[in-house]
């Protein structure tokens, strides 16, 4: 069983009303008009303006992105209120926020489970087993793609690359990578998230954070764990150790004479 439901917000078209860049307090008078708790509406006011502070007067739009990771951290999805609020604080239409929101495939429009579950199924990864592994996830589960489990625990994509074709087949929890991936690994990561126990990337944080949490990192916010693990594994890095081995180096760059602007010249002549 699973669900994909959003239940809208009646209030999110207080929040559309709201005059962009307002007096101080005005994001979180508006998120509180979207529903948000008045705790919650000053975090976001917060951090919202953090985000923004990070560019240059007359590019503020440029905070979109991050504001929106900053409300899948809050809501764990890009939420019409969510929509509502970041429209209101940089001067767009809703139907603008909601463009970029569904051009990216990170931002997510219905809520995802604490562990956001992405099987690549891509060229590489399929031949290597990743539809294997799909199939005996979603059998396992009971779900099927971008379906969230109905205690809110795990949620399913089929990723269309993982950007780590060199230790495929992927899987990843939450955008942290889980490498050379088979059928039973993955299930037994699936019964560690099912039961409540911590999950270990082959890369990156020792921990896998949840959803929520690694939304925040992406919004600009550092949990702490970002010089946890390795970044890069042998596969990526061989080809430097096979350089290295063999004292070759790179090639050095050599300044050529544009013959076209010498033949004309001569030819003036």
């Not at 008009?33 to 919202?48: R, T, W």
């Not at 099987?119 to 793609?145: F, P, Q, R, S, Y």
Request: with cysteine; proline share 5%.
């Amino acid at each position: 069983m699973s669900t994909t439901e959003n239940a809208v917000n009646p209030a999110v078209e207080t929040i559309a009303t709201v005059s962009a860049v307002g007096p101080v307090g005005t994001v979180a008078q508006a998120a509180v008009a979207a529903g948000y708790s008045a705790e919650v509406a000053q975090g976001l006011q917060v951090d919202i303006e953090r985000i923004i502070a990070r560019y240059p007067a007359g590019k503020e739009r440029s905070a979109l992105i991050p504001m929106l990771h900053l409300i899948q951290s809050v809501d764990g999805y890009v939420s019409p209120a969510g929509i509502a609020l970041c429209a209101a604080r940089l001067g767009l239409e809703r139907a603008e926020v909601s463009a970029v929101a569904t051009f990216y495939s990170q931002f997510r429009r219905h809520p995802v489970g604490t562990y956001h579950v992405g099987v690549c199924t891509n060229a590489l990864c399929a031949v290597m087993g990743g539809d294997e592994i799909w199939k005996a996830v979603t059998e396992h589960t009971g779900l099927g793609a971008e379906e969230t489990s109905e205690d809110g625990t795990i949620s399913l994509e089929r990723v269309e690359c993982n950007a780590a074709c060199d230790y495929a087949p992927v899987v990843m929890v939450n955008w942290e990578f889980f490498d050379n991936q088979s059928p039973s690994s993955a299930l037994a990561m699936i019964d560690d998230i099912q039961a409540g126990r911590d999950i270990h990337p082959t890369r990156g944080p020792i921990v896998a954070p949840t959803f929520k949490e690694n939304e925040r990192v992406l919004a600009g916010f550092l949990d702490g764990h970002e010089n946890e693990g390795p970044s890069a594994g042998r596969a990526t890095l061989l080809g430097r150790e096979i350089a290295a081995a063999n004292g070759w180096t790179e090639p050095v760059a050599v300044e050529v004479a544009d013959e076209a602007t010498d033949t004309k010249g001569e030819e003036a002549k």
